[in-house]
């Protein structure tokens, strides 16, 4: 899968809105770009995913570059419950695995 | 809750020793991932079943097998344990064989296993 990348760790205040930023500047032109978290002792959940188009759902929405070589998650209100890894994937057609980067450790400040 | 069930949730072993972990995916999920989270390697994808059949492998040891049953459940069979296999274990769930790529994987708690 092509390469991501992303920022090690990010902070915010609590109620305030989350930009993460993730570059993938070799992606191909059919590769949906996907979100997931990884919340404190627990197993990666799904967040979002998208092509070309921002996509918005109830947890978070996501902004696509025109030129699709970077894509940003925004959760418009970081709650204490969204401090979690959150990892940038690529999706191909070469099959179905997901390959997992370092992915950003995001802290929620009270 | 994402539907996925894994057990145990802990198992602590020694070195040589073999350990079943076991997952049943989400109701009419086919498709059955295994992944390791190691603190040095991270998220990996070790190995994929679907409906029966092993479809895709990754890093995945020799010692290391699975298989998926007619119900569906799968279970990961770790051997010759090493201390290094320490990690969490995690499957994860999905509708298709190879999925779109829009296809989203459903993943279970996972199982921190302890070599010592």
């Keep these: 899968d092509a390469k991501t990348t992303q920022p090690n760790s990010m902070e ?43 996509v918005n759902n109830r947890m978070a929405s996501l902004a696509i570059a025109e030129d699709r070589k970077s894509s940003t998650l925004i959760l418009h209100r970081a709650t204490l419950r969204d401090a979690a890894v959150y990892y940038c994937i690529l999706k191909e057609t070469s099959g179905s695995r997901l390959t997992f980067g370092e992915g950003t450790q995001l802290t929620v400040n009270p | 809750d994402s539907g996925v069930t894994q057990t145990p949730k802990h198992l602590i072993t020694a070195t040589g020793q073999r350990v079943t972990l076991r997952c049943s995916p989400r109701s009419g999920d086919l498709s059955v991932y295994w992944y390791q989270q190691s603190l040095d390697q991270g998220l990996q994808f070790l190995i994929q079943y679907y409906n029966g059949e092993e479809r895709a492998k990754g890093n995945i040891l020799e010692r290391f097998s699975a298989q998926q049953f007619p119900d569906l459940h799968s279970e990961l069979n770790l051997s010759s344990l090493e201390l290094g296999d320490s990690a969490l274990y995690f499957c994860a769930s999905s509708v298709a064989e190879r999925g779109g790529k829009q296809e989203t994987q459903y993943f279970g708690p996972g199982t921190r296993l302890l070599v010592l």
């Design chain 1, 12 to 54: 915010s205040n609590e109620e305030e809105p989350v930009h993460l930023p993730c570059n993938h500047s070799t992606i191909s032109g059919t590769d949906y770009i996907h979100w997931y978290r990884q919340l404190p002792s627990q197993g990666p959940e799904y967040v979002i995913h998208g092509l070309t188009s921002n």
